[in-house]
């Protein structure tokens, strides 16, 4: 059992930290593998202070370790929150995207920076969004007596157009120059996010949090009646899992703005590969989600440097042909 | 412990009256049939005493608990239902969807261990369908798929029994290999209650039945006190005729 979990676990691992060197490397300053290395040790022991090499450390330990962490943090997050909501509908369509969770989210950080507020009140913003959006659905859906998962995702897809709508309405008010700035956020962009460690936070606490639950993920996935008859407090796992991926969903998207199709091809992916058995999908999930977005943000910044592509458009231009590819293979 | 009582028991059916209220012991041992038309409510009934369905007034005791005191974890491990529908969700292979039975008796951190694989594939053996255990459920006949259902709770080995028409789907033999498990299981000191559409399978197999009619009322009693055939007929609408083959009614409907 232990093996049937740790050997993907251990390979995702040794993936990601492949990836998280080569993000270190590829750059407008080229460094291999030895050399990063080099700089991370040298860090760590404080060595190698001449010149080339502090401008070395400079580049990756200030510039692009921050950014490549938390491009990992931000796909970690959303393929999680996007697994968790896929168990919750019994769909493996479901996305907070799809839900209209990263809609709220938006609106609420869009507002706050339009209001000329920064940092934490974008945070804290966004979940507030995020947590609105979530509150309208389920209470939408839930008004009426019991709600069925396709009922869930069209409530969900229509509160999404609706905000879609209003963050057009918002970027038609907004003032000229405030525009490129928000509108590369929308697009989902990384080169602001320069503190990684609250979201790798999120995302390790969310994995320790969710693994005791896996094995009642793995019943509620064969729907709640099956899941109270084996002794499951369906209501009230359903509630924490939706209020956590929301928690999930604010976090990436104060960090990195709007990132599609993440939380939607990482986790279909991962159960092509692995199975269903959410114990091993979480942590999958937050490896390879954050491996994925750690790649894709290195090449949304390399691919026509010195200009700097939105990482959202990459993930999108990945990930709609993978999933079509995989939806069609999958018949 | 497994003995399951109802008090002045009505059950939630929208759109109808009351009806008679249930007053049921159903004892360790005994093998109870609900039969009824469609839409009489025996789904809801069944439901209702698992706990999924509140009842509209009433309630349902477990050994001598009040049910809604426990928690489903309490109550998985006493009580075990067989569903008439199964989602399927996501792809699950017949060893992992027999092994969920154990999901009431472990606690959060642990594994499933060698003893739950077991259990699991001894449920397999025993529902005949232990051939299938790397299959994918969702590719299997309707028959194969009840009997895994079957095997799900029997992994899952509650005193209890819940089953709404456990016989779904199955040919001959498998209904009778079915029927003779639930025997079994009230044989070793189980409760087993069961919806059915076959009336020869519950004059055959059970020894008490609830007959259950679409307004809400109902009777219940010993099985050779409620196989009288012209309550029957007024339960389904339909003449039958009887006959006996060995030592046992069958009832056939007349064609009109």
Known sequence: ?????????????????????????????????????????????????????????????????????????????????????????????????VLGLSGGASIGALAAMLGGLGGLAISGSAFGGALVSTLLVFGLVHGSGSWTPSRLLLTGVVVAAG?????????????????????YWLMGDLSYARAPWSPLLLLLATCVIVMPLGRSLNVLARGPQQAAALGVAVRPLEWCIYIVASLLTAAAVTTAGSIGFVGLVVPHMLRLLLGNDQRLILPACALAGGTLLMLADTLARTMIAPEQLPVGVITALLGVPTFLFLLYRSR | MSRLVTQDLIINVPGRGDGTALNIAIEPGQVWGVLGPNGAGKTTLLHTLAGLNAPRSGQVLLGEQPLETLSRRQVAQMLGVVFQERLDGFPATVLETALIGRHPYLSPWQME????????????????VAHLRDRLVSTLSGGERQRVAMATVLTQAPSIWLADEPTNHLDLH???????????????????????????????????????????????????????????????????????????PVFVPIKE
């Open chain 2, 174 to 248: 498998h209904q009778s290999a079915v029927m003779a498990l639930m025997a079994q299981q009230a044989a070793q000191g189980s409760t087993v209650m069961m919806c059915l559409h076959d009336l020869n399978l519950a004059a055959r197999w059970c020894d008490h039945l609830l007959l259950l009619y679409p307004s809400g009322e109902a009777c219940w009693g010993a099985r050779d006190s409620m196989l009288v055939p012209s309550a029957l007929e007024r339960l389904y609408h339909q003449r039958l005729a009887v006959v006996e083959v060995e030592g046992a």
């Open chain 1, 163 to 183: 905000w879609g709508a209003v963050i057009t309405l918002m970027l038609a008010l907004s003032p000229a120059e405030r525009l490129p700035g928000m509108l």
């Open chain 2, 113 to 128: 261990g060698a003893d739950d694989y077991a259990q699991a594939e001894a449920a397999l053996e025993r529902l005949d």
């Open chain 1, 1 to 97: 059992m232990l093996v049937r979990l740790g050997f993907p676990l251990g390979l995702l691992l040794l993936a990601a930290l492949a990836s998280l060197i080569i993000a270190l490397g590829i750059g407008s300053a080229q460094l291999s593998p030895g050399q990063v290395w080099q700089v991370v040790l040298g860090h760590l022991g404080d060595i190698g202070q001449d010149e080339g090499n502090a401008l070395a450390r400079t580049m990756v330990l200030e510039l692009r370790l921050p950014r490549a962490l938390s491009a990992f943090a931000v796909g970690g997050l959303l393929a999680v929150a996007g697994a968790l909501m896929q168990v919750l509908l019994r769909n493996p369509l479901a996305d907070p995207y």
